[in-house]
């Protein structure tokens, strides 16, 4: 479809050129001035010539008639000027070509080198060991590597990095918490349930009994002065939590190039303290060092408390000068909820304050909260949604759900598990990523609705006829309206990926992919595939389903879906 508006383009300001002078367009800014009408009845490119009107001293209504006059153009089989704008047909003998060229490039369809030679940080999912991984952590997980698979998808090179919250505070909390109640065995037992057990009896304690959170305070200290029994405990936590998510991720096909957490850059500060001093930035407010930021309507950047020790945003500092030093990056993206975008803010100035001319390529990418079926999320108590038991649960509705439906599907637990992790996954990157979200499981779960399952589900009816139909011949062209509008849609792909990547958004897949799949059921159930009234136009109709099996894949592997063969 590029190629062809590409083409259109070309003969458009071919027909400009000899039409009159000074419109001072190229090919490439008439390419970007074809717009795609909201009503496929008015066409499948429109080129507004209002924009044109000044340069020409025309009506656009007159221009529009005047390059339609006598214009042909392969691949448009019609041409029509309606108030002021040109709006063209795409030939339908122009699509199977299309289908063609999707099934020969398989699995790169979509694909492209609009990133070669350019290399992204991806700073993503980043839990708080010793805190819950609660379903806050979704957002960050599932966006992150959804860019990740958009950017490696368009040629860049990309290192995705946990930046583990596994130095702070809560590390302390933990610690007391273990020392005063917990033992051995029942944490190795429990693993990171036995954890977020401690660390929810913390806080009951600590209402109670305030001075435990001083207690807490006095361990971490304890542990950046590299105590030994202290620094073995924390380890052990750090291992437990690690394990823990290594479950979810997998089940995620997420894997990291590096967990690089905030302990990494805990002692890594002092050359950057030293650069904040010389450029006279730091302040002196009740001990601790601060970057005073009011010049610019932001309260005061942490940078060191008063005994000396780093904080998150002096951690975030040195682990992007870090990165920058190490991986060489184009662009270092943090996917975080929105509630940290005022941290990120400061400390971008403050590197911009520091003299490095390279933080805007520092992007922050925030998103909504999330409440699961109306209820709020609160980290502290016990009223704590897991993300793994959050996947437990949509697994465990699935295989209900599958054993009434298909009882002897083989390897049912593996699919079960595929749509259940799918649902989830596809249910929350299909809302505009700022939005707040309200979860509700029965919509993400139901067969029916705009959902994962419904998706997945196509994907293997398109499988299923593929098998059936084996081998085919000869094809017919077009003969059927539904044809028409799958093929353009599977042409979209493309542009896409790139407008997803443009806005850090992956419900622009999402959303493509429901569009995908309701153009195909609507192609099978208003045309007959398999038993189609002649030969050749059932093969075309298989070929047309391999292309949206094919396109339909490749967008599940950006949105981190597995591919359900057989449901
Ligand atoms: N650990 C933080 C949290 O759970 C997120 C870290 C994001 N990345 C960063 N470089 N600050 O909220």
């Not at 002021?84 to 122009?94: K, P, Q, R, V």
Request: glycine fraction near 8%; include cysteine.
């Amino acid at each position: 479809m590029q190629k062809l508006k590409l083409s259109v383009s070309e003969s458009l300001f071919n027909k400009l050129n000899s039409y009159a002078d000074g419109h001072g367009l190229g090919i490439k800014d008439i390419s970007e001035m074809l717009e795609t009408p909201p009503d496929p009845a008015m066409g499948d490119f429109a080129l507004p010539c209002f924009k044109l009107s000044r340069a020409l001293r025309r009506a656009p209504q007159q221009i529009a008639a005047d390059i339609a006059n006598g214009l042909s153009i392969t691949g448009i089989s019609r041409i029509e000027s309606v108030g002021g704008y040109l709006n063209m047909y795409i030939d339908d003998n122009y699509l199977p070509g299309i289908v063609d060229g999707i099934i020969d490039a398989g699995d790169s369809y979509g694909s492209s080198e609009v990133g070669k030679n350019k290399k992204v940080v991806l700073d993503y999912s980043s839990p708080n060991t010793s805190k819950p991984f609660h379903i806050g952590h979704l957002g960050t997980t599932v966006i992150g590597h959804c860019l990740r698979r958009l950017y490696e998808f368009s040629g860049y090179e990309c290192i995705g990095v946990n930046h583990l919250g596994d130095w702070g505070t809560q590390n302390g909390k933990q610690i007391v918490a273990f020392k005063r109640w917990g033992n051995k065995e029942t944490v190795e037992e429990k693993g990171c349930d036995g954890l977020v057990e401690l660390y929810v009896k913390f806080h009951e304690e600590a209402e109670k009994d305030p001075s435990l959170n001083d207690e807490a305070r006095a361990e971490f200290k304890k542990l950046e002065e590299h105590d030994p029994e202290n620094i073995a405990l924390w380890k052990w936590f750090l291992d437990i939590s690690l394990k823990e998510y290594n479950i979810t991720y997998d089940q995620l096909g997420i894997k990291f190039d590096y967990y690089m957490g905030e302990s990494f850059f805990s002692d890594k500060m002092e050359a950057q303290i030293n650069i904040m001093r010389e450029k006279g930035l730091l302040k002196l407010d009740d001990g601790a060092s601060i970057v005073d930021l009011s010049e610019y309507n932001m309260p005061p950047c942490l940078i060191l408390k008063r005994d000396g020790a780093s904080l998150y945003p002096s951690r975030d500092i040195s682990a992007a000068v870090y990165r920058k030093n190490n991986f060489n990056f184009d662009k270092c993206v943090y996917v975080t909820s929105a509630g940290q975008s005022l941290h990120f803010a400061q400390w971008f100035k403050v590197m911009e304050l520091m003299g490095y001319d390279w933080v805007d390529q520092l992007v922050h990418v925030p998103y909504g909260t999330v409440s699961i079926n109306g209820a709020k999320l609160a980290t502290r108590t016990g009223n704590v949604i897991l993300l793994k038991d959050l996947f437990a649960l949509a697994i465990e509705k699935v295989s209900a759900i599958m054993e009434e439906k298909n009882p002897n599907l083989p390897d049912k637990e593996k699919v079960a598990e595929q749509i259940g992790v799918g649902a989830i996954v596809f249910h929350y990157l299909m809302n505009t990523r700022s939005h707040d979200i309200n979860f509700i499981l029965e919509d993400a779960l139901s067969f029916e609705g705009n959902s994962g399952p419904y998706a997945q589900y196509t994907y293997a009816r398109a499988s299923s006829i593929l098998e059936k139909a084996g081998e085919i011949g000869e094809t017919a062209g077009i003969t059927a309206k539904e044809e028409t509008e799958l093929i353009k849609i599977l042409a979209e792909f493309p542009v896409k990926v790139q407008a997803a990547l443009a806005d850090y958004e992956p419900s622009v897949i999402v959303r493509y992919i429901l569009d995908i799949c309701s153009a195909f059921n609507r192609m099978y159930h208003g045309c007959r595939i398999l038993n189609a009234e002649d030969e050749k136009v059932k093969n075309f109709r298989v070929k047309l389903t391999r292309a949206t099996k094919t396109v339909l894949g490749n967008a599940f592997n950006l949105v981190c879906m597995a591919k359900t063969e057989k449901i």
